[in-house]
C-alpha cells in the first residue's frame, strides 16, 4: 500500500501565509514527481505546482512568485509554502505523486484525499 497524508489546511486572511506539507508512506522504491493541485468549487482541478526527484519545479502562471514547493527525498514529504494569499487561492489542495513500487516495480501514481484552504477577504 502506498499513502500519502497531508497535513490541514485552514482558513487565513487574504495576504497571510500557509504551509501545506504531504507525506508519502508505504510501498515506495523512488518517487519521481510530487506536486500540489487544486480545486476550487465548480471548477476543474488544476496543477498549482509540481517538482521532479532533481528539484527541477512548475509552477502554475497564477501562483508564481507568491508559492514554493519543495521536497525532502529522505522524508518523502513534499511541501508548499502559499504568501500573499487571495480569496481565488481558496480550494481544496491534494497532493500527488508520481513514483515507482518497491513491491511490483511498477509506476503508479498516487492522490492525497485533500485538504480545504480557505481564503477570507
Known amino acids: 500500500q502506498v499513502q500519502l497524508v497531508e497535513s490541514e489546511g485552514g482558513l487565513v486572511q487574504a495576504g497571510g501565509s500557509l504551509r501545506l506539507s504531504c507525506a508519502a508512506s508505504?510501498?515506495?522504491?523512488?518517487?519521481?514527481?510530487m506536486g500540489w493541485y487544486r480545486q476550487a468549487p465548480g471548477k476543474q482541478r488544476e496543477l498549482v505546482a509540481s517538482i521532479s526527484s532533481g528539484g527541477t519545479t512548475n509552477y502554475a502562471d497564477s501562483v508564481k512568485g507568491r508559492f514554493t514547493i519543495s521536497r525532502d527525498n529522505a522524508k518523502n514529504t513534499v511541501y508548499l509554502q502559499m504568501n500573499s494569499l487571495k480569496p481565488e487561492d481558496t480550494a481544496v489542495y491534494y497532493c500527488?505523486?508520481?513514483?515507482?513500487?518497491?513491491?511490483?516495480?511498477?509506476?503508479?501514481?498516487?492522490w492525497g484525499k485533500g485538504t480545504l484552504v480557505t481564503v477570507s477577504s
Open positions: 508505504g510501498s515506495i522504491f523512488v518517487i519521481n514527481t
Open positions: 500527488h505523486a508520481d513514483l515507482l513500487r518497491s513491491d511490483s516495480f511498477r509506476l503508479m501514481d498516487y
